[in-house]
């Protein structure tokens, strides 16, 4: 079995993996990084949503052997100690979940959005956001966190809250 070097939230790790191997796999089983969901295991969800070299990408789908040199960024890498993402903290500020399961994989796809696109309008983000399956439907507040957020870091007034 061939051994990677993957770079994980800021961190070399050696994995011993098949290239074909999930990505999603081996952040949770391997690395402990149980952030990133498993929903439907075919690209289809969004809850395991990383950032690869800053993009969102859906890890399920991501083989260990195409990841190469580029950095990989999951949920638990956001916050800063105490000091959660300004994302993180919109969509507590939002109540913009219920059970919770999809929301690590929608925070990611929300920081992915707003680095390429730091004032999307409402249905940009809708447009993005419906990419990914909530069941519990709060597509409307998660739209709201999202522009509450990308106001925020557009303006320099993101309000770094403690993770309680
Ligand atoms: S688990 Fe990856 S997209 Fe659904
Ligand atoms: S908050 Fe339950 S699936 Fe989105």
Known sequence: MPRFVLRVNGRDREIDAEPGDSLLSVLRYDFGLSGSRYGCGEGQCGACTVLL??????????????VGAKA???????????????VQQA?????AFQCGYCTSGMIMAAVGLLKTNPNPSEQEVARLMDRSVCRCGTYPRIVKAVRLAAERMRTGTAVMGGSK
Do not use: N, Y
């Open 53 to 66: 070299d800053g993009l969102a990408a859906r890890s399920c789908v991501t083989r260990v052997g195409s």
């Open 91 to 95: 969509f507590l500020e939002a109540e």
């Open 72 to 86: 990989i960024t999951t949920i638990e890498a956001l916050a800063q100690g105490e000091r959660l993402h300004p």
